[in-house]
Structure formats: C-alpha cells, structure tokens
C-alpha cells in the first residue's frame, strides 16, 4: 500500500521556523517530482513548491518564495518543507504529494498533476 505520510505540523508564533517532512512508503519516489501544497477552509488547495525527481529543480509560490524551501533525501524517500518566517496567512493544512508521471525534470506546479497524496498537518501562525 503506498502511503505519503507528513508531520513536523504544529503551533508557531509570527516570524518563527517550523519544517514539514513527508515519508513515503510502499513504493519508491526516487523517480517521481514531489510537491507541496496547502489548503484553508473554503479555499482551493493551493501550490506551495515542488521538486523535480533528482532535486535539481524546485519552484516555490511567490507568496512564499524566499521563506520556504524544499528539498528531499532519496535514501530515505522523504521529502521536507522547510518553512522560515513564517506569517499568520501561512495557517493551513499542508500536504504532500508524488507527481502521476516519472521523471520529470520540470517538476508540475498543478495540483491535477500529482497522483499520490498524504492525509495532510495543520500548521499554524500565531500573531
């Protein structure tokens, strides 16, 4: 049974670090991009930054470009957010995810293109 699996979620004040980490299980995702996105209640899940399958590429979303960073060790098949300064309008539940195709150098940006997903960790920022 394939399973994604994400913690590290929690309670921060404004301004603090916090850094999520996805393990993967059942399979390896040494081949696939892996991703990161975020959802409010009432919102759309939204993209926060991915990976590409040899980690040579990652994209974060502008809103938290420069403040998050992804990253991903392949021996251990797991795949980290590590989030810095972080602000109020960060509150959401973070989830991770493994992309439907392999080896993508380019790693996809929409949601529609990720195939396996973890059950998700709520985050968050107090002011």
């Known amino acids: 049974q394939v399973q994604l699996v994400e913690s590290g979620g929690g309670l921060v004040q404004a301004g603090g670090p916090l850094r999520l980490s996805c393990a993967a299980s059942g399979r390896t995702f040494s081949s696939y991009a892996m991703g990161w996105f975020r959802q409010v209640p009432g919102k759309e899940r939204e993209f926060v930054a991915a990976?590409?399958?040899?980690?040579?590429?990652?994209y974060a979303a502008d809103s938290v470009k420069g403040r998050f960073t992804i990253s991903r060790d392949i021996a251990k098949n797991t795949v980290y957010l590590q989030m810095n300064s972080l602000k109020p309008e960060d509150t959401a539940v973070y989830y991770c995810?493994?992309?439907?195709?392999?080896?993508?150098?380019?790693?996809?940006?929409?949601?529609?293109?990720?195939?396996?997903w973890g059950q998700g960790t709520q985050v968050t920022v107090s002011s």
């Open positions: 990976i590409s399958w040899s980690g040579g590429s990652t």
């Open positions: 995810a493994a992309s439907r195709l392999p080896l993508q150098y380019i790693p996809p940006l929409d949601l529609s293109e990720y195939h396996y």
